[in-house]
């Protein structure tokens, strides 16, 4: 009977409606920053279905929000969730989905009578995007003690303002602790945020790893000059070995092949006239791979190509780490319960890993878990045309309803 | 004994100076913008100088300036000078040598009790540099009829301030015609802004052509994907489209080879994030040659590379011309007679071309034509740390002295 029960994709559909009036933009999307009213305005309207679900609602000293279902058995829950904090021009599905689609499970097993053996719980946790205050994932991070309380809470953001101070000014600080989650087993629903279930014709990812993250600014530094009067060999333009690193990232990722991907996203010339060599580019370099090893080997290969390229067109290197995460591997038996949840419901499905970050990788320091990908239209993420298509929304929460059955007998 | 004249070295760097006193800089250098407040000082101490030195100050509809010396005959007069506008972050050579080493010419026949058979005349053209009205080089443009007046006076700067208003607010438009000179030949006196010479090791450079210039404004636009979840294969990355190109202008420059010159020195990335692939580039491609025949086979290159690779990548591409100049080819006989000169001074000459746009490029459509270069410390100009030692100063203008007396009798 319990492999025949469904989520209610309307219901689900309803509520991320709704969650997305809160902030909403101009032309689609939403922008709810982390702590700031539109947080607030979104904690009170999830706070206030976790309660109509008959959870009980707890708030963590770094404003991670809860709702906990008892259980038959006392005991570690079996948790779900995400965030819903968005960046500046959001969508409506990135986390909005994990914590809702947790919601729309309690709901199903509520309308059916269910009570599972272990207790179940629905998660927000704060700042997952990082858009305003940096590093992302901080509150996941807070919660499985991965970064103190205290140093969460002083942690500035763009806007100066400060996390504790604002925790307090949206009456998010809640008295439970943090740093030593007893949790069964943690499973999170979310879009993919890329094109690959899209091109692959496939509904379910079976998420078995997160990628790991190197960012780089590099800093060149060579000789302003006259871009008529001054000879090829007598150059030393930080604008060109720039370049010559981002063609080379390029060739480096593509040759690396498997998971391996990187992207000059950002750079920026000086003086940037177009008849002036300039003499300093600073740049970025984003270099992902879920083997730690591949990771290691490109950051290595580009290392030593800027020192070469730097040598021979006589420039200076400033180097500087903006972000550097091994990979994570989920517990390959909770990966094998969501590619056979979702076979079972007669869905397609691929493991696959996560190029982006997820409250999940810091979920995984404590306790088994995975995550369900469903497919971003376009693979267009951060951004207001983000869309998961109903069907797809449906599936994604029929596979987590299933996972989280599995997972509390 | 008129080989044995020589001008007066303390007195061309004094006036120097004391020209780089208007709209001097902090730091050193001037800010001498066209037709601003600053050039009206520069122009009234200009005719002041023509004054005293006996010639007759005409200035023309464009405000163009001239001091003329009569000669022993009537008819059309060997012309020396260059301009004495800057850029906003300028020097005290660039174009300011060409107009005061002119009167210092002046000055030592006046004392030599010489007169010429030809008229001598010292001009100093409106807005060469077109830091604040384009495009450069008008004045000389106008004068040579290149541009009808009414044209450039109805021009507007990057202030929105109109040409013709301007030369009326400095009481800088003159009487005097403009489109058809009658001018015997030219000579200019500039520093070379390049590093050329000095790394040469020689004193005084022939210039016998000026490098055509084609400039192309590129527009790429791809789409913005995550960096992270987004597989290579999958990109249509603006941004490694453009820093691809830049790379290639490096290869095609080096491939041409002679006197072949490629920049890309503006580029512009959209959204610029780390983790963000760039939906859109624009940048900027400066190609130059002497030779008209290998720039335009650099431009097809560049254009074919840019089509395939727009293909390949998925992008879209548009261009925009922002300037093409055909190269200037000098006079022969101009040229020997800078060489020779030179070589009977004693100095050592290497004939070279200009990268460079300069007032000579406009006369020579109306008269033989040549320039000498002096070196340019560290080939640097535009910029406050221009420099050109006092003796090299001399030396270029006891060669426009020697050419003058020639070409004048």
Known sequence: ?????????????????????IGALEGGGVC?????????????????????????????????LFGLRPGREEGPPVMTGSHIDTVRTGGLYDGNLGVLAGLEVIETLNDAGITTRRPLCVAAFTNEEGARFAPDMMGSLVYVGGMPLEEALET?????????????????????????????????????QGPVLEESGVTIGAVE??????????????????????????????????????????????RLGGDQVGTVGALTLSPNLVNVVANQARFTVDLRNTDNELLKQAERSLADFVTQLAEEEGIEVERRTLARFDPVPFDPAMVDRVEASARALGHSVMRMPSGAGHDAQMLARVCPTSMIFVPSVGGISHNIKEYTAPDDLEAGANVLLQVLLGLSE
Chains 1, 2 share one sequence.
């Not at 009977?1 to 009036?21: K, S, T, Y």
């Open 1 to 21: 009977m319990r492999d025949a029960l469904r989520i209610n994709g309307q219901r689900l559909v309803a509520r991320l409606a709704a969650l997305g009036e």
């Open 209 to 254: 790893k997160v990628q790991g993250i190197s960012w780089t600014e590099f800093t060149f530094t060579g000789t302003s000059n006259h871009a008529g009067t001054t000879p090829m060999r007598l150059r030393h333009d930080a604008g060109y070995a720039a370049m010559a690193t981002a063609t080379f990232v390029r060739e480096l990722a593509t």
């Open 156 to 192: 500035r953001g763009i806007d100066g303002a400060r996390v504790g101070d604002c925790l307090d000014a949206i009456g998010a600080r809640g008295e439970a602790p943090v740093g030593a989650p007893d949790v069964h087993a943690f499973v999170e629903l979310h879009i993919e």
């Open 32 to 64: 709810r920053l982390a702590l700031s009213d539109e947080d607030r305005q979104g904690r009170e309207r999830v706070i206030d279905w976790m309660r109509e679900l008959g959870l009980s609602v707890s708030v963590d000293a770094m404003g991670n």
